[in-house]
């Protein structure tokens, strides 16, 4: 399957606050309010993105397209998390799921550590 490579998306300036809010680490057991907040804006960074469709066809696929789900026994990301009863805005704010705002709004490759830096500035 040939799949382009999206262009970074621009964020708002908005969004970019709601983006520097989400811990994307996530190692280890992070206390439970770290865990809810950084859902939180990762479930408003979404809608936000969602509502001005700044959000690239293949980065919505990650999460919809069965395809692009390896090992998921024909289901979408979002299609498993349904199936377990988790549907809606619990899906966005669901830990499992913070690495899909990573996904969905960042160029590949490229880490919470360094989203804020203009992309010519990257090494």
Do not use: W
């Amino acid at each position: 399957m040939d799949v382009p490579r999206p262009e970074q998306v621009a964020l708002t300036p908005e969004e970019r606050a709601l983006l520097e809010r989400i811990d994307f680490d996530g190692t280890g057991f992070p206390e439970p309010e770290v865990v809810r907040a950084s859902g939180a804006a990762a479930a408003e960074l979404t809608h936000s993105l969602l509502d001005r469709g700044a959000i690239p066809e293949i980065r919505l696929r990650y999460v919809t397209d069965p395809e692009l789900n390896i090992g998921g026994h024909g289901k979408s990301r979002a299609e498993v998390f349904e199936r377990n009863g988790c549907v809606g805005e619990a899906m966005l704010q669901h830990p499992s799921l913070l690495a899909v705002p990573q996904v969905l709004h960042l160029r590949p490759g490229s880490s919470d550590a360094d989203h804020s830096r203009p992309q010519e500035d990257r090494g």
